[in-house]
C-alpha cells in the first residue's frame, strides 16, 4: 500500500465534503483508516501533505528529466489545475509555515534554473541566473493571481475566455 498515495486521495475527496482549510488530521486518519504515528512518519503536516499533492498530482512532469516536452508538461499541468481547482484555489489561501504558495515558488525557482542550465549547456552567468530568479517570481505571482481569479484563461478582446483544454 502507497501510505502517501492514501492520504493524498483521501485529502482530495475530503474537498468535496468541506473545505480544505477545515480538513483535520484527524479526518484523513478517519477517512483512511490509518493512524497518527504513520501519517507523521510521512508528512510533517498537512502543508506537507498539500505540497506532496502538488508535486505528484499537478506538476508531476515538472518533477521529470529535464528532457521533457515542455509543452506537453506545462498543458498538462495547466490541465491538473483546472481539474483540480478547489483543491489548488484553497491551498494558496492558506499562509503560515510551508504553505503550498512558499512550496510552489520554491518549485519553480528549483524548477527553472535547472532547466536554463540544461538548455545552455554550462553553468548560468551571474547575470543571467538574477534575470531567472527574476522572472520566476514575477511568474509565481501571475499563477497565484490566475489561481485565486478562478483559473480562467483570458483572450484577447471580444473573444471570451479559453480553458484549458483548447491549449
Known amino acids: 500500500m502507497n501510505i502517501k498515495k492514501a492520504f493524498s486521495n483521501s485529502l482530495l475527496s475530503l474537498l468535496y465534503k468541506k473545505p480544505l482549510s477545515k480538513i483535520t488530521i484527524g479526518d484523513l486518519l478517519e477517512d483512511t483508516e490509518l493512524s497518527r504515528q504513520t501519517f ?8 506537507d501533505l498539500i505540497a506532496y499533492v502538488y ?25 491538473s489545475v483546472k481539474k483540480y481547482e478547489a483543491f489548488i484555489e484553497q491551498a494558496c489561501l492558506i499562509d503560515g509555515q510551508n504553505s503550498l504558495k512558499e512550496h510552489m515558488l520554491n518549485h519553480c525557482i528549483e524548477f527553472d534554473l535547472k532547466w536554463h542550465e540544461y538548455c545552455i549547456g554550462k553553468p548560468l552567468s551571474k547575470e543571467l541566473k538574477f534575470a531567472i530568479l527574476y522572472h520566476t517570481n514575477a511568474s509565481h505571482c501571475m499563477v497565484l493571481q490566475w489561481i485565486l481569479d478562478g483559473v480562467n484563461y483570458p483572450r484577447p478582446k471580444g473573444h471570451g475566455l479559453v480553458t484549458a483544454q483548447s491549449y
Open 40 to 47: 507523521y512518519n510521512h508528512f510533517l503536516d498537512k502543508n
Open 55 to 79: 508535486d505528484t498530482v499537478i506538476v508531476n512532469r515538472f518533477n521529470e528529466e529535464m528532457s521533457i516536452d515542455f509543452k506537453s508538461a506545462l498543458t498538462q499541468t495547466l490541465n
